[in-house]
């Protein structure tokens, strides 16, 4: 399935831009793309597996799940949320509006990560990371 994809994305990309080329030159290209993505792709891999410390490659690609469910949905949970308060562009500042719009969008993401975390089978992993993310964000005192 990720190769079909990646092939898709790298014949894409190639066609975007060699539009007004034969179709030969686009597939060639589009292989070409197709290959270094696929390194690179293969790469991130090797060293996330490393960094993250998980026995299995599987579960490498449940946690990009996890984080690809969480960032989409995060922002379904948090625009209806934003609405219901009665923030909008037209009552508030443009720069005030985007601050509130991207720390309420960050609270929600911290509670369906570790959420979503849970429900693919790899609470530890984002509970830790949940820690060390908010660690950073200067809320440590919160966690003990």
């Known amino acids: 399935m990720g190769i079909l994809g990646l092939a898709y994305s790298s014949f894409k990309l190639a066609n ?3 539009k007004d080329y034969q179709i030969w030159i686009v597939l060639a290209a589009s292989a070409l793309i197709f290959f270094i993505l696929l390194k690179f792709i293969l790469f991130l891999f090797k060293k996330l597996e490393t960094r993250w410390v998980v026995e299995y490659r ?3 690609i ?3 799940i996890v984080f690809a469910i969480t960032g989409t949905s995060s922002l379904f949970v948090g625009r209806p949320i934003i609405k219901l308060i ?3 562009q ?3 500042n443009v720069v005030v509006y985007w601050v509130l719009y991207i720390v309420i969008g960050l609270i929600f ?3 369906l990560l570790v959420s979503i975390g849970w ?3 790899q609470f530890k992993f984002f509970w830790e990371f949940e820690k060390k993310m908010l660690s ?3 809320l440590k005192r919160f966690l003990d």
């Open 90 to 92: 037209e009552n508030l």
């Open 109 to 111: 993401y911290q509670i």
């Open 58 to 60: 599987w579960e490498l």
């Open 119 to 121: 429900l693919f089978g």
């Open 136 to 138: 950073r964000f200067g």
């Open 62 to 64: 449940r946690i990009f």
């Open 86 to 88: 009665g923030i909008t």
């Open 16 to 18: 975007a831009f060699l």
